[in-house]
Nanobody
């Protein structure tokens, strides 16, 4: 199994960007798919995650109301729609997957099973 995040780029503050997580070799319903980010000099943090089987979503406080996570089981894709972007959202974003039966704590702890390569999001002021 694997998860690969794509879609990063340069955007002005206030703009929008959509990241896509391509999930392969995994059944989306059996996994929690999460997005994490790491800014230069900072620790990695969980941004959002979703369980497509339960439709439950989780968001980090600073992105609530601005970011939306969604899944498309037919395409085996998970998306992170980012609106009202701020310079402090600048980071390398990673998508990751963990079996649903490991629980949501795995996302909170960052203990995911599959990690994709990061995609850089740069928000200019």
């Amino acid at each position: 199994g694997a998860a690969a995040g794509v879609g990063g780029g340069l955007v002005q503050a206030g703009g929008s960007l959509r990241l896509s997580c391509v999930v392969s070799g995994l059944t989306l319903d059996d996994y929690i798919i999460g997005w994490f980010r790491q800014a230069t000099g900072k620790e990695r943090e969980g941004v959002s995650c979703i369980s497509s089987s339960t439709s439950r979503t989780v968001y980090e406080d600073s992105v609530k109301g601005r970011f939306t996570i969604s899944s498309d089981n037919a395409k085996n894709m998970v998306y992170l729609h980012m609106n009202s972007l701020k310079p402090e959202d600048t980071a390398v974003y990673y998508c990751a997957a963990v079996p649903l039966d490991r629980g949501w704590g795995a996302f909170i702890k960052g203990s995911m099973e599959y990690w994709g390569k990061g995609t850089l999001v740069t928000v200019s002021s």
